[in-house]
């Protein structure tokens, strides 16, 4: 069976799922390392050094119980739905989007 590393993919506004900047992922790890009481708070501000210069800030909130996939409001306040998944799985979750 092939093993694949899993990867940091995002989506924005309804758009495929697409693979993350260094950035996301750093803001992810840091969201998912918090107490789960925290993170079930919702909300939580997440600040890290964005891949292009400044700072990345993202106000995260755990999604359904699971620590592979939670939403962030971005610094436009845009609605952004983030997970942890094998390459395979996105493009599957594409796929099936595009279908129907």
């Known amino acids: 069976m092939d093993q694949q590393e899993k990867k940091i993919y995002i989506r924005r506004q309804s758009q495929p799922w697409t693979q993350g900047q260094i950035h ?4 992810y790890k840091e969201f998912i390392a918090l107490p789960k009481q925290q993170r079930e708070a919702g ?5 890290v050094d964005h891949l292009y210069g400044g700072k990345f800030v993202a106000f995260f909130t755990e999604t359904e119980n699971n620590d592979s996939y939670a939403t962030y ?3 436009y306040n845009r609605r952004v739905e983030i997970m942890m998944a094998i390459p395979a799985y996105a493009a599957y979750i ?3 989007v595009d279908y129907y």
């Not at 996301?24 to 803001?27: D, I, K, L, S, W």
């Open 24 to 27: 996301h992922e750093n803001a």
């Open 73 to 75: 409001v971005d610094e």
């Open 94 to 96: 594409n796929r099936i």
């Open 43 to 47: 909300n939580v501000r997440i600040s």
